[in-house]
Every structure is written in structure tokens, then in C-alpha cells.
């Protein structure tokens, strides 16, 4: 079983619409939090890298949460951009000496004018 | 422009051919690593590297191989292509396991 799960799998929004991605995880012990945006045919891109101690993390209109307590983080999109069609990763790197990371296997936001 | 180069763009082998995957970062970065994504899952890590000379797999090796002579090459060999192979890899590199990831655009490998 996958260590992070994300829902929804896909979603459709309306331009301007604000929307919000859902990341539950296993890992443990907790190092930190990262959420990527994947464009169609290219590698995914950081938005957001957050630690236990971190509640919040904003990148423009990109809001980041993390509650360590239930293992649970959210990436809000607010007033979605036709250039927000994408796919958001979530990824959690497991507190320990080495760069491995457990990756979500993504929503898929579409946004329609 | 800074960032992680990986060629080619599109690959598409026969079964039992073996080929090379190119991946160069010039941020003088210490870590780099490949990964294969698959429809429906997560990315998964193949290989990595925490610098020249030194490599470790990941958690699907099987069928790939890698090197790393110097700090900014990180080349992914196919030994002998098979169908479960199909996949779209990428080639990552970080300054240090608390930093993001830079990824590269994607190898997107066929094999028949």
C-alpha cells in the first residue's frame, strides 16, 4: 500500500474557481512535506517544502497546510489560471539519513475558461 | 540555464536492446537519482547517487545499472530491454535531502 495517498485522482474547475487537493500519509518518522506541479510532458516542479514545525506555506496563489497530528496536508488553488492544468504531487521524505521520498501518485486539475 | 539535462526525449526499443539514458545537472549538486513513472502511481526511485563514486538502488533496480564518474553525469543503462520497461524516466538532482528536487523534462521510453 502506498505510503501517500491523494484525492481527488482528477478534477475539473472553472476559471477563477478556487480548489482544494487532499494528501493523507503513512511515513513516519516525519522529515518534511513537498508539493510539485507536474505540466504535461515535463518533470515536476517544487512548489512548496514544509517541516513539522510548519502549518502553512504559501507560493503565490498556492497554499500549503500540514496537520503532523493526523498526517494529513492540503494544497489550495485559488482563483485558478488556465495555466493551473496540471498534475499536483505530493511527496514526503521520511526523517533519516538518506533522499528517499515516498511520492502520491497526483491529482489532475483541469481548468476551463 | 541551470538545471538537470536529460536526452534523449523519446526512445523507442526492441526487446533485448540495451541503451543509455543521459541525465547532466550544473548546479554542482551532490544527489541525483532516477525515477520511472508509470500511469496511476507514484514516481518510483531507481537508483541514486550522494556523490562521485558512489551509488545505491532504490526500490525497482532490477534491469538498470549506473555510474557516476564525476559530479555532474548520472547516465541510467538499460541492460536488456523488456515490455515492462515502457515508462517515462527522469533524472532528479538536490543539494541536499532537506532542499526540493530539480528535475529534469523526462525520457519517454517505448519498448516493443
Known amino acids: 500500500k502506498n505510503q501517500v495517498e491523494q484525492s481527488p485522482q482528477s478534477l475539473i474547475i472553472l476559471e477563477g474557481k478556487n480548489c482544494t487537493l487532499q494528501?493523507?500519509?503513512?511515513?513516519?518518522?516525519?522529515?518534511?512535506l513537498r508539493w510539485y506541479k507536474q505540466d504535461t510532458g515535463r518533470g515536476p516542479v517544487s512548489l512548496t517544502i514544509m517541516t513539522f514545525s510548519e502549518n502553512t506555506k504559501s507560493n503565490g496563489r498556492y497554499t500549503a497546510t500540514l496537520d503532523a497530528d493526523t498526517k494529513q496536508s492540503s494544497l489550495h488553488i485559488t482563483a485558478s489560471q488556465l495555466s493551473d492544468s496540471a498534475s499536483y504531487i505530493c511527496?514526503?521524505?521520511?526523517?533519516?539519513?538518506?533522499?528517499?521520498?515516498?511520492f502520491g501518485a497526483g491529482t489532475t486539475v483541469t481548468v476551463r475558461a | 540555464n541551470a538545471g538537470v539535462t536529460q536526452t534523449p526525449k523519446f526512445q523507442v526499443l526492441k526487446t533485448g536492446q540495451s541503451m543509455t539514458l543521459q541525465c547532466a545537472q550544473d548546479?554542482?549538486?551532490?544527489?541525483m537519482s532516477w525515477y520511472r513513472q508509470d500511469p496511476g502511481m507514484g514516481l518510483r526511485l531507481i537508483h541514486y547517487?550522494?556523490?562521485?563514486?558512489?551509488?545505491d538502488q532504490g526500490e525497482v533496480p532490477n534491469g538498470y545499472n549506473v555510474s557516476r564518474s564525476t559530479t555532474e553525469d548520472f547516465p541510467l543503462r538499460l541492460l536488456s530491454a523488456a515490455p515492462s520497461q515502457t515508462s517515462v524516466y527522469f533524472c532528479?538532482?538536490?543539494?541536499?535531502?532537506?532542499?526540493?528536487?530539480?528535475f529534469g523534462s523526462g525520457t519517454r521510453l517505448t519498448v516493443v
Open positions: 511527496v514526503v521524505h521520511k526523517r533519516s539519513n538518506d533522499y528517499k521520498l515516498s
Open positions: 548546479m554542482n549538486h551532490e544527489y
Open positions: 494528501c493523507n500519509y503513512t511515513v513516519s518518522p516525519f522529515s518534511n
Open positions: 532528479a538532482s538536490s543539494y541536499s535531502s532537506d532542499y526540493g528536487y530539480t
Open positions: 547517487s550522494v556523490g562521485a563514486g558512489i551509488t
